[in-house]
């Protein structure tokens, strides 16, 4: 390779940031009737029937909770058997990348640098986790679709 080509194709640096996680808690609490409140302190957990979250097959982000499996105790005992924190919202992943590369001009005190980055390179959208209903409302369904958005600069 000639000092030309190696002062073009040589010398780049490569940066990137993978982030992957499994998922925000989600914790499942109702409010309860005046009649059956007993305390203010400790959440009010539904009872539970069978896995709270839909099949992976069939989870989005409109139905992600399975509501046929959660029940709403009776008012004589208010506090079910849910535990804390019993599912996760969509996994999160992330990358983000970015290409450097110093070229230096015929003053050995100054150099021009090219960079280039893009955050959010991966395709996987940020979810915002179920409300207790297991349907995220419809104000927060389009802010996660507008998460996914990427920013690129040069």
Do not use: C
Not at 60 to 66: I, K, M, R
Not at 134 to 142: L, Y
Request: hydrophobic share 35%; no cysteine; glycine share 6%.
């Amino acid at each position: 390779m000639g000092p030309a080509a190696a002062a073009v194709l040589g010398g780049w640096n490569i940066a990137a940031i993978d982030t992957m996680t499994s998922g925000q808690v989600v914790i499942l609490t109702y409010s309860p009737s005046s009649l059956a409140t007993v305390s203010t302190v400790a959440p009010y957990r539904p009872n539970i029937t069978g896995a709270p979250m839909m099949p992976a097959d069939q989870r989005s982000y409109v139905q992600y909770l399975n509501p046929n499996t959660v029940q709403i105790p009776d008012y004589t005992q208010p506090f079910g058997n849910a535990g804390r924190i019993i599912a996760r919202s969509m996994p999160f992943y992330e990358l983000d990348f970015a290409v450097h590369k110093t070229f230096p001009l015929r003053d050995e005190s100054r150099r021009l640098e090219f960079r280039a980055g893009s955050l959010t390179l991966s395709t996987k959208p940020i979810s915002v986790p179920p409300t207790e209903t297991g349907r995220t409302p419809p104000s927060e369904r389009s802010a996660a679709h507008s998460r996914h958005g990427r920013s690129n600069s040069l």
